[in-house]
């Protein structure tokens, strides 16, 4: 990527800006909710982040199911970005989540199955951050990771299976219960528009991510490849790019 | 709970979504713009 | 003139990767020594911490037992993957085993000496925290399935990592969350037993995981070597 040929775009910082605007604008002027009262307006953030960082984390592992296939190094940068918006998601659902839980059932974590898988898939988001900065070869993590990807997406199926199981079994019958039963109109509004505007939020920093994603690789590419000295200052690799 | 107190609880929540969502944005623009550097690609 | 040599077959490839890994944990005793030694320090450490009362103990002892086997007993199937260096994977590479074969060949290594780890902890288990043992069919069952689903997924994530500089803390912190299934299985399929329930279920489920954890592992083998 030279000076001719890209800008970075404008416009995905206008929409996740609007975007955010939207849900708070929604989320304030909505009528409170009956039994929780101004409580539930956390809602309308706790629920799409949620929504969004399983969203991110089904597209991370399949994104790089399909880089295995394909070996284009574009899907293990689509994998790259929804990891990391993932994982600033996934933390951000759990903190709403704690925060809305204090409040309103006197505990700060339950141990129902939804809240206990998401932070079990926050841990495999970050073990898939990690294991990418375990090298600089572009095509040694790519494959890496994907693997990593195609396991988790084998795997945390049965993770969750056998965590909603689990607790279908012992948990008994509690006054803790994840969300209002029923649901108001207008609430059910505001929290679809939340929703949207957070899935747009996500596409925005999603298509911001990527370029970042294509400038530092581009930019490790050129250190790796760049010419520099060989065996001290004496000897230097000749330039081949100027003519013979 | 009084409304007061339920506010509170509100603007803590609200306070770190958008914190962390600006923090975020911000980090990957100033990432930019040293990706960008490291290229010698300055706007 | 000599008969042409026959390539070996895929199991006999695998058992002599086994044979390898065994030999090597016999030379250094790593295992024996070190992990397992680690994981029953591990179970003294806990009444120490939480309280020594018998009721109490009792109730946590086989969850403690299954946590400790699964969060240590990761550090055996490491040990079989990075006990080697790079020059010495690119050897066995360039012998051409069939990949798939050198990851059965760990796997079953590493499934060997957890059987061992299982034993000794659950003794351990058993004289510290007065743990009552039940299920005679199942118990035997659970440990080999936990043994099997926990070698496969702890050879198959050394194998993605592949690196010997970098956090010795990295291929537990892949494998943690994803051995909850093999937990969940392992400890309720036992709990059902206690609370007259059939375990039928979570070992169906066990199965299920470590078929497909064998069949990701064997699948990706040749990738991951591609990697090098």
Redesign the interface.
Known sequence: MTKTEYRPAVWPWIVMAVAGLVTFVGAMTVPPDAVQGQLSRIMYVHVPSAWLAYLAFGITMLTSAIYLWRRDLKWDRLALASAEIGVVFTGLAIALGMIWAKPTWGVWWTWDARLTLTAIMFFVYLGYLALRRTTDDLDTRARRASVLGVLAVVQVPLVHFSVVWWRSLHQGPSLIKPESPTIDTSMLVTLLVAVVSFTLMYGAMMFKRIELARFEDAALVAEQTSLGPVAGEAVTVPDLTKGA | MESADQWNWVTLAYGVAYFVLVVYAVSIALRITRARKRLGDTP | MRKPTVTPGFFHQALTITRRDLLRERRSGEVMWVTLPFGAIALLLVPLAIGTDAPTLQRIGPGMFWVIVMLFGVLIAIRQTNAETTAQRDLVALTGLDPAAIFVGKAVASFLLLLVFEAVLGVVTIALYDVELIGWVILPVVLVLAAAGLAL?GT??AG????G???AA?VP??V???S??IL??AT?ALDAIRLDRSSISWVL?MT??VL??AV?GVL?SR??Q???
Do not use: C, K
């Open positions: 997924l198959l994530a993605i990592v592949a690196t500089r970098s956090g990295l912190l892949l943690a969350p994803m909850v299934p969940l299985g309720q489920m299920i995981v497909l954890l990701v990706s990738p991951l591609e990697t090098g």
